[in-house]
């Protein structure tokens, strides 16, 4: 993707080097035990995961050390506020083509752990969304874990963060809600779960409808950015996670949607580029 020297986003906060300290960190152990707890034992995904994004509730510390990012992390930080800037502008001109107002989310760049309104975001729980803030949280070091998971490429992080902005539009349109409402009132944890999925797939549509609509606009892409988006969504599929992890896939556990259909609602809204495409049944 060719994007040096062009605008980048107004709405970063820059955290890295403000760690938070609570207690006992938690390690790639922690992370497999939640993994077992959701994926096995069909515990509630939030409850699994608290230890990985902490409890607001205990007492924290904030701790500034000096951080001084290389030239490459530099160059990153860079790119995701261009990125952003991309979903920034294609987003509020799809607004306004339906008589509406987009209201643009933030995003935060930290390392380790930084606080949140949904709890303490933790690099171990990767990229997420806050719904409470209507903030994007990233640790940049999830580059590395793209990569171990096949996923390389500056398109595979667009993918991610524009997936992050789909739960943003999620929220400001209010179908995050109707859907919370729709699980607390599902006779299982199979149906709940697949609620989920329907969320999680719709964010990867919406995505596409970004990358079709700011590829029109720039003509940035280049040879390869798609295949690096759809391996990324490939390697964040709930059976390809599952058989990472050492677990069987099945279905019923699934949380994100496998990657098949990762591939194919991100690939929806890319050929498409309408965001009324993206009805995954919610």
Same mark, same amino acid.
């Given at each position: 993707?060719?994007?040096?020297?062009?605008?980048?986003?107004?709405?970063?906060?820059?955290?890295?080097?403000?760690?938070?300290?609570?207690?006992?960190?938690?390690?790639?152990?922690?992370?497999?035990?939640?993994?077992?707890?959701?994926?096995?034992?069909?515990?509630?995904?939030?409850?699994?995961?608290?230890?990985?994004?902490?409890?607001?509730? /205990?007492?924290?510390?904030?701790?500034?050390?000096?951080?001084?990012?290389?030239?490459?992390?530099?160059?990153?930080?860079?790119?995701?506020?261009?990125?952003?800037?991309?979903?920034?502008?294609?987003?509020?001109?799809?607004?306004? /083509?339906?008589?509406?107002?987009?209201?643009?989310?933030?995003?935060?760049?930290?390392?380790?752990?930084?606080?949140?309104?949904?709890?303490?975001?933790?690099?171990?729980?990767?990229?997420?969304?806050?719904?409470?803030?209507?903030?994007?949280?990233?640790?940049?070091?999830?580059?590395?874990?793209?990569?171990?998971?096949?996923?390389?490429?500056?398109?595979?992080?667009?993918?991610?963060?524009?997936?992050?902005?789909?739960?943003?539009?999620?929220?400001?349109?209010?179908?995050?809600?109707?859907?919370?409402?729709?699980?607390?009132?599902?006779?299982?944890?199979?149906?709940?779960?697949?609620?989920?999925?329907?969320?999680?797939?719709?964010?990867?549509?919406?995505?596409?409808?970004?990358?079709?609509?700011?590829?029109?606009?720039?003509?940035?892409?280049?040879?390869?950015?798609?295949?690096?988006?759809?391996?990324?969504?490939?390697?964040?599929?709930?059976?390809?996670?599952?058989?990472?992890?050492?677990?069987?896939?099945?279905?019923?556990?699934?949380?994100?949607?496998?990657?098949?259909?990762?591939?194919?609602?991100?690939?929806?809204?890319?050929?498409?580029?309408?965001?009324?495409?993206?009805?995954?049944?919610?």
């Amino acid at each position: 993707m060719r994007w040096k020297g062009r605008e980048g986003s107004r709405n970063i906060t820059d955290r890295r080097g403000k760690t938070m300290k609570r207690g006992a960190g938690i390690g790639v152990g922690g992370i497999v035990m939640a993994l077992v707890a959701i994926f096995v034992f069909n515990e509630d995904p939030m409850r699994a995961l608290s230890g990985v994004l902490g409890n607001q509730g /205990q007492a924290q510390t904030q701790t500034n050390t000096e951080y001084k990012p290389s030239a490459q992390e530099q160059e990153v930080a860079q790119f995701v506020s261009v990125v952003l800037r991309d979903t920034e502008v294609t987003w509020n001109n799809l607004f306004r /083509q339906a008589n509406s107002q987009y209201k643009e989310p933030g995003l935060t760049l930290y390392s380790n752990s930084t606080p949140t309104a949904c709890g303490t975001g933790r690099s171990a729980s990767g990229p997420f969304y806050c719904p409470a803030d209507q903030e994007i949280y990233l640790d940049l070091s999830f580059l590395n874990e793209l990569k171990n998971m096949g996923a390389s490429g500056d398109f595979a992080l667009a993918y991610v963060i524009a997936h992050e902005v789909g739960h943003h539009i999620q929220t400001i349109t209010g179908t995050s809600k109707n859907v919370r409402q729709m699980q607390a009132r599902s006779s299982s944890k199979a149906q709940s779960n697949d609620l989920q999925v329907r969320m999680e797939l719709q964010a990867d549509c919406l995505a596409g409808v970004w990358a079709h609509h700011n590829e029109k606009r720039t003509g940035t892409l280049e040879r390869g950015d798609i295949q690096e988006a759809m391996q990324a969504a490939a390697s964040v599929g709930d059976d390809t996670i599952m058989k990472r992890a050492g677990i069987p896939p099945r279905k019923e556990n699934f949380t994100h949607g496998s990657s098949e259909q990762r591939m194919q609602w991100f690939n929806q809204g890319l050929r498409s580029g309408d965001y009324n495409k993206c009805d995954t049944g919610i």
